[in-house]
């Protein structure tokens, strides 16, 4: 039989049970529903972190030193602003503490001590006030700039120049407040609070400089002023792991093999749907040639070849899974928009996750309509003539 | 030569350590234009041998000459193709497609001949013609009695012009007056110019052939020319004996 032929003798089938064809096809739309909107959130999730990080600036170093007989002091940080490439330098000491004001608190506040340059090198704004300075750092000042969410819970007013503020138990006085950044990877800008890096390091009772931002003079000479601090560090700890410098693009890079890791888990997830909706596909093309034996034995003693009977079944199970691969991907169009206004993050549904849906449809249909549709083709015509 | 040709054909089945002959050494000739009648008992092998001559099966050992083509041994992909252009069935249970209406059904062989569209639409409409059944085109076989869906079937039969109609049992689901209509077309239908084999155990039946050929266990038995209808004459029987 000729192919069109064949394709329409599956459609007449496909049509002629098709409630039967309807059920079998809710399986593979669900599946592919799942999957197509999981990897949407996944891959949608992982543009907008990568957007926000780019947001940060992309010439950002950081230098993370773990070896313990590395000690940097705050000359060598001064130090490596004169590195080939590097403008600005600045150490940072994090901890976490309950701020107050009065009886007002908040718990697991980040604290971070840090030097005026940081305010450039991550592009910090400010709101009022000033930021850190030389004066404050070498005074060991108790002063502190503090995010826009702290102002509020804790004054119930972005007007919080000159306030105290609790930090461990120990006053400061606020000098600056940040312009409202909503959130990125690390932590919540908001909900920060900077003080004089040397203050810091007597509050937190922690002398050794662990973490180093740099900024670069430009984006495009990051990775060489990447070697440069790296030929710079190398003289505080050869140990291996001693150290490590990182630029904005290699911390992307890990986070989004994380969430492409993620995503593949979601879709892997979903998959397991369109297995299941695979199975009930194989389960009713079987019952299908049982059902349809003596049609298929009319079939064969008419001129059917073993191919024309295996193309009649096999297009029955791909027109159903076809099918509902595109309803699947229609509804994935709909309700990953919906998924997106419930996580407050444009979804979009990319259109290589669909063909790639499609073809997997179609492969699903193929792989799980060949074992029935071969069982048909091989029934032997006199046997198949006789059942009843 | 003759149109079917079988030579010295054996079919043996194994049922477990025992050997069934289904054929045991068959020969026969059939000429074009003839209407013979296989007959035989139940058990006797006349299915077997009409699956051997539909090629639905192949002998275990033996030659087949269909229209002057050795056909004993091909792969069922040749074998499909001489099922669709050589031969047409008319079965005991008329098996139509119950889905399909009668065009549908007349039409799917040229399907598989791969005929146009357009020619197939004409050869479908001349063979309802023959059968007389052009005013039920559209029926499907539920809304058509017995007779006119033994009919279509017929008409399904003869759509591809294949030089052999084999019958089996083609009236044992009809009352009396269908059987007749029956009988008389494929009557009409020999003297039209086809071969015609009817398997059949109603002696009635069998005796509208040219020539009868009894059956049993596996062998031929006895052949019989008859005469027009009248006088039967063959290896020295009255064929109201057999």
Known sequence: MRIYDSFISALKAVWTHRMRSILTMLGIIIGIFAVTSLISVGQSSNAAITAQIEGLGTNMLTVSI????????????????????????????????????????????????????????????????????????????????????????????????????????????IIGLLEQQGSNETTNQDDLVMIPFVTAQRVMQNTRISTVYLSAVSADIVTAAQENVVKYMQRFSTQDNGFSVNTQSSVLKSLSSVTATQTAMLGGIAGISLLVGGIGIMNIMLVSVMERTREIGIEKAIGATRKDILLQFLFEAVIVSGIGGLIGIFLALFGSGFVGSIMNTAVTVQSGVMILALVFSLAIGIGFGIYPAVKASKLNPIEALRYE | MALIEI????????????????????????????????????????????????????????????????????????????????????????????????????????????????????????????????????????????????????????????????????????????????????????????????????????????????????????????VKGDIVVGKGKKYENL
Do not use: W
Request: aromatic share 6%; glycine share 8%.
């Open chain 1, 66 to 173: 773990r070896d313990y007989r590395a000690k940097l002091t705050l000359k060598d940080v001064e130090e490596m602003k004169s590195l080939d490439g590097i403008a600005a330098a600045s150490p940072a000491i994090t901890s976490i503490y309950t701020v107050k004001n009065g009886n007002t608190s908040m718990d697991s506040i980040t604290v971070q001590g840090v030097s005026p340059d940081y305010q450039a090198i991550r592009g910090y704004k400010l709101d009022s006030g000033r930021f850190i300075s030389d004066k404050d750092n070498s005074s060991r000042l108790k002063v502190a700039v503090v995010g826009q969410n702290i102002a509020v819970t804790l004054y119930g007013t972005l007007d919080v120049i000159g306030q105290k503020i609790a930090i461990n138990g120990i006053q400061f006085q």
């Open chain 2, 7 to 226: 030579k010295d054909m054996y079919k043996i089945y194994e049922m477990g350590s025992e050997k069934v002959h289904a054929l045991d050494g068959i020969n026969l000739e059939i000429d074009e234009r003839e209407f013979v009648a296989i007959v035989g008992p139940s058990g006797s092998g006349k299915s077997t041998l009409m699956n051997m001559i539909g090629c639905l099966d192949v002998p275990t050992s033996g030659k087949y000459y269909l229209d002057n083509e050795d056909v004993s041994a091909l792969p069922d992909r040749r074998l499909a193709k001489i099922r669709n252009s050589k031969i047409g069935f008319i079965f005991q249970q008329f098996n139509l497609f119950q889905k399909m209406n009668a065009y549908e059904n007349i039409e799917r062989p040229l399907k598989y001949a791969r005929v146009s569209r357009q020619r197939r639409a004409d050869m479908t409409k001349a063979a309802l013609e023959k059968v007389g059944l052009s005013d039920r085109m559209y029926h499907k076989p539920n809304e058509l009695s017995g007779g006119q869906q033994q009919r279509v079937a017929i008409a399904r039969a003869l759509v591809a012009n294949p030089p052999v109609l084999l019958a089996d049992e083609p009236t044992g689901n009809l009352d009396s007056k269908s059987s007749n209509e029956i009988m008389n077309l494929i009557k009409d239908l020999h003297s039209a110019g086809n071969t015609i084999i009817l398997i059949t155990h109603e002696h009635d039946i069998a005796k509208e052939a040219d020539r009868i050929i009894n059956m049993s266990d596996g062998r031929i038995v006895s052949e019989i020319r008859n």
